[in-house]
């Protein structure tokens, strides 16, 4: 079992930036694809960005393309995403979640963070 645990989010105005956080309890996290997940209130939950267990793989959604960064720091089990010229319509619920088995789907997931992003 990994717990994961968000942070990061707030309230910041169109224009602005922010810098998720997600904290993995496992001893494996290096071992781990992460991702970044979304969703809004009425909406389907979206990708936003993943990568994989050593770094070398990155992929984006089309909402995040050119606006935001995925990383991760394996010694401080910790996956970024760094966020940047928001958007109201990035307004949501930020997920971090880990699958231990590259390539496959999502296994763990933490209870999210909420980003507001005002006009």
């Known amino acids: 079992q990994v717990e994961l645990v968000e942070s990061g989010g707030g309230l910041v105005q169109a224009g602005g930036s922010l810098r998720l956080a997600c904290v993995a309890s496992?001893?494996?996290?290096?071992?781990?694809?992460m991702g970044w997940f979304r969703q809004a209130p009425g909406k389907e939950r979206e990708f936003v960005a993943g990568?994989?267990?050593?770094?070398?793989?990155?992929y984006y959604g089309d909402s995040a393309k050119g606006r935001f960064t995925i990383s991760r720091d394996d010694a401080k089990n910790t996956a970024y995403l760094q966020m940047e010229s928001l958007k109201p319509e990035d307004t949501a619920t930020y997920y971090c979640?880990?699958?231990?088995?590259?390539?496959?789907?999502?296994?763990?997931w933490g209870r999210g963070t909420q980003v507001t992003v005002s006009s």
């Open positions: 979640a880990a699958t231990p088995t590259p390539g496959t789907q999502y296994l763990y």
């Open positions: 496992t001893r494996t996290f290096s071992d781990n694809d």
């Open positions: 990568i994989s267990w050593g770094g070398e793989r990155i």
